[in-house]
């Protein structure tokens, strides 16, 4: 079915990212919606780790120059675009000084996680939301891909709830066997100062929570592992939002 919008956030997506599952599906999935004709545009964190030089970033000006606030701090918000390389498709990439310079992902060079992971993602979340607002660009399918963007529905359904900009958007969600972490113990007040409250997650703040959590706010949840681990393929068991296997490329648009 074509001419569709179709959105993809993601953390990770090739050749941006290499080696993963994660990375290469997303980037095969993108490519064949927009080869199929659909209107595809993919938005992912500019992390330290990706050369601006190389994959020929720039500065989107009418789009930067917003905040975001966070627990009460404005943070700037900076647009960045590429097209994906050898390819008509363009990248939108979420950055900011605070968050994004550094060149590790979400751990340090001891293996600690970075203390501001959760206003990370929730900077991301925001960031991408009204980026997407300010393009005028509506969303036919909103397909999540990673842990940060599991935020993004979280807040759809909450912050932004009377906001009708969104209201059509199917939201699917792609689960994956990401590397656990906790999250900062003070983040239920963060989201709190965005009147959001009451998550089952805030009782014990993890990455994996967190996803687990997000399935009550989306449309479908697919595998984007074809095995989940324990506590991921006991959520995908358990969750009432409709469902699907590992789905393989050729069959994406499928699901959409």
Not at 60 to 86: E, F, H, T, Y
Not at 124 to 150: Q, Y
Not at 198 to 219: C, H, Q, R, W
Request: charged content about 25%.
């Amino acid at each position: 079915m074509p001419n569709q919008k179709i959105l993809y956030i993601t953390t990770e997506m090739y050749p941006y990212q290499e080696d993963t599952n994660m990375a290469a599906l997303v980037n095969k999935m993108a490519l064949k919606m927009h080869n199929e004709g659909n209107d595809v545009r993919v938005f992912m964190p500019r992390f330290g780790q990706i050369s601006e030089r190389k994959f020929q970033l720039h500065e989107v000006i009418r789009l930067s120059g917003m905040n975001i606030i966070i627990n009460d701090l404005d943070q700037p918000l900076i647009i960045k675009v590429a097209s994906l390389p050898g390819e008509r498709l363009q990248v939108y990439f979420i950055d900011n000084e605070e968050y994004f310079k550094r060149k590790q992902y979400y751990v340090d060079d001891e293996g600690n996680p970075f203390a501001d992971n959760d206003e990370r993602a929730i900077f991301f979340a925001r960031g991408v939301i009204e980026t997407i607002k300010k393009l005028n660009w509506v969303p036919d399918v909103i397909h999540l891909n990673g842990w940060m963007s599991s935020f993004v529905p979280i807040y759809l359904k909450t912050y932004y709830e009377s906001d009708t900009y969104f209201k059509d958007a199917k939201i699917v969600l792609s689960l994956y066997n990401e590397k656990d972490a906790n999250l900062d113990k003070n983040i239920a007040e963060k989201l709190t100062f965005d009147n959001i409250s009451g998550l089952k997650a805030l009782d014990n703040p993890t990455i994996k929570n967190f996803v687990i959590e997000s399935m009550n706010y989306v449309d479908m949840v697919v595998k984007g592992d074809e095995f989940l681990d324990a506590d991921l393929d006991k959520g995908f068991n358990e969750t009432t939002t409709s469902k699907s296997e590992y789905v393989d490329v050729d069959s994406i648009n499928q699901l959409y």
